[in-house]
């Protein structure tokens, strides 16, 4: 059997794991980055180093991106544009859904063909089985190749739009974002009550269905424009309070609750003047001026 190889530029956490993760998978692998001690490092595991961006594509066929932002693409590939053509770029690397397909325009121009990735991974352990990966650009590459990229982590394919992954990706973050800035204030309030922080984990952190149960009901009130009536509003309203007076008799910064009580002062307020409920959903989607 043929040896299997491919290229990584960019090697932080996220770009490490990988390579990590394709050698151990029998695959040769070709890498760069900006700083070069972290390609010296990988290249004590086994991979091969190029002096360069231009050496590292015309190494491979197949090309991973693992970087910052999608200007990193612009400020590394830039310079060496003319050796793209024929590569596969995979970007694994986050950014907005239109910064994504700009930059598959920009690479599949200079004859390249593309796919973008997110990753949703439990930081960079990749290989976690809760870790996935949302790709999307088209259908045949993704299939030619999506047997190269397998050791990455399990594949979401989403479909042949690039930014779709990025879209994916970026919903989830922002419920990650919210979700993790909401436990360290719960952890903050037991921990400055004085109260058994460890037993409140395990308690906590043993219903994760509940969070599934509410996710499909408010996608469910999503698609008839939300949940809740003015009741339910006026409701969530004094319960935030309740949870902003517990933080801050404890010393404990209630910013994010706060957040969240005046997307219901909003919600009653539109409520208030519309004359028929206006809920939070609507809100935050845009649609309630
Ligand atoms: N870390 C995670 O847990 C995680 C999880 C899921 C997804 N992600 C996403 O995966 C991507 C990679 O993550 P990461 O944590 O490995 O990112 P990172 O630490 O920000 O580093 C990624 C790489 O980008 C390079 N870079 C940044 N700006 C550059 C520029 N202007 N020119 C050249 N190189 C540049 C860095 O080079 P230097 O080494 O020279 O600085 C580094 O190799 C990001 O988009 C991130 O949002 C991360």
Redesign the pocket.
Same mark, same amino acid.
């Given at each position: 059997m043929s040896q299997q190889s491919l290229t990584v530029i960019? %090697?932080?956490?996220? $770009?490490q794991a990988m390579v990590k993760a394709l050698i151990e998978a029998g695959i040769e692998v070709t890498v760069w980055?900006? =700083?070069a001690a972290?390609a010296e490092a990988m290249a004590e595991l086994g991979a091969h180093r190029a002096e360069t961006a231009a050496e590292a594509l015309d190494a491979n066929r197949v090309i991973i991106l693992? %970087? =910052?932002?999608y200007?990193?693409m612009y400020?590394?590939l830039g310079p060496a544009a003319d050796h793209l053509r024929g590569k596969v770029i995979a970007n %694994? +690397? +986050?950014d907005s859904p239109e910064n994504t397909r700009e930059g598959a325009a920009w690479a599949t121009e200079h004859g390249a063909q593309y796919l973008v990735g997110g990753?949703m +991974?439990q $930081?960079?352990d990749i290989k976690h089985p809760d870790s996935y990966l949302y790709l999307s650009g088209p259908k045949d590459v993704f299939e030619a190749h999506r047997d190269l990229l397998r050791p990455l982590s399990r594949q979401e394919y989403l479909g042949d739009d690039y930014g779709l992954a990025q879209v994916f990706y970026q919903a989830e973050l922002a419920l990650f974002h919210a979700f993790l800035i909401g436990w360290e204030q719960a952890l903050a309030i037991v921990d400055r009550s004085g109260a058994d922080l460890d037993r409140f984990v395990a308690g906590a952190s043993g219903h994760p269905n509940s969070y599934r149960d509410f996710m499909r009901e408010f996608a469910e009130g999503a698609k008839h424009g939300g949940w809740g009536d003015l009741h339910s509003f006026k409701m969530m309203h004094a319960g935030a309070q309740h949870v902003i007076d517990a933080s801050e008799d404890l010393g404990v910064d209630a910013r994010l609750t706060r957040t969240v009580q005046d997307y219901y002062r909003r919600a009653i307020e539109a409520t208030d003047k519309a004359g028929h409920p206006v809920p939070v959903y609507r809100i935050i989607r845009g649609d309630a001026a």
């Open positions: 960019g %090697l932080g956490p996220m $770009g980055n900006r =700083t972290k693992s %970087l =910052t932002h200007q990193a400020d590394i %694994l +690397s +986050s990753f +991974s $930081g960079d």
